[in-house]
């Protein structure tokens, strides 16, 4: 029977003690370097664009003249495009997740359209952009509309529904799923009463975070021709619209300085929007987490 050599022990406590220190320590660094620069930009954001967020800018459409420029088309033109792209996407995505998991058979092909899908949510946004100018504005006929560009970005953010909702029904516990076929219940009863009420905090926190992303995207919209001057608001599905991100990019690439402050507000509310739809997806998951 050996001796323990406790001066050997030690040494090697102190170092794994020290790796540990330093790997944390450069953990902490790298939180606090990305605090600091969204702390920076934010601040920057705010300060360059708070003379302009005032009622007038909220109601007024895009202008020649800075003092006189607002968002108010650009809001109702991403409302319009949501309201196309999300059921779209949703149904889509979600319905796509739910045959894949639970009811594809579990093959070579399937795993072979499921490697694409993840493939897919990696895809550079400009090349669904290409391809929504091919099939909905030249092959389809749809032109410059909301429609368009609603399609569009549901191409875009599909993979990426698909692809959280399938983590959130694999997490879903396989002794429900069990119990609920032991009670009798169908396949169809199991995934619409059991599966899915489980799943929900998952797959909304996806689809939200997807849809936050098609917020944000201006290439796919620019490729279609949406439309960078408006002073409209859209009335139907056929209408010619324009984006906030579209907008604040017009107004950033104005020589005017004044310009650049306007793009800053434009910021400053496209940030709200945001902010408060990953709020909603965090209440959701939250409330529904209470449940399973």
Known sequence: ????????????????????????????????????????????????????????????????????????????????????????????????????????????????????IANLAGVPSIVFGLLGLTVFVRMLEMGR???????????????????????????????????????????WQTIRRVVLPAAVPGIITGVILALSRAVGETAPLIVIGALSFVAFVPENIWSGFTVMPIQIFNWTSRPQTDFHDVAAAGIVVLLIMLLLMNSIAVLIRNKFSKRY
């Open 1 to 116: 029977m050996g001796f323990i050599n406790h001066e050997k022990v030690a040494g090697k406590m102190a170092s794994r003690t020290a790796k540990n220190s330093f790997v944390k320590g450069l953990f902490l660094a790298a939180t606090l370097f990305g605090l600091v620069v969204l702390a920076i930009l934010i601040y920057r954001i705010i300060t360059q664009g708070i003379g302009y967020l005032d009622g007038d800018f909220f109601t007024n459409f895009a202008s020649r003249r800075p003092e006189n420029a607002g968002i108010k088309a650009a809001i109702f033109g991403s409302i319009w495009l949501m309201a196309v792209a999300a059921p779209v996407s949703i149904i889509l995505g979600v319905g796509c997740a739910i045959y894949l998991e639970l009811y594809a058979k579990k093959n070579k092909f399937t795993r072979l359209i499921q490697m694409n």
């Open 145 to 187: 509309s909301v429609l368009a560009g609603g399609l569009t970005m549901s191409l875009l953010i599909v993979p990426i529904i698909v692809v959280a909702s399938q983590e959130a029904l694999r997490a879903v516990s396989k002794d429900i799923q069990e119990a609920s076929y032991g009670l009798g219940a169908t396949k």
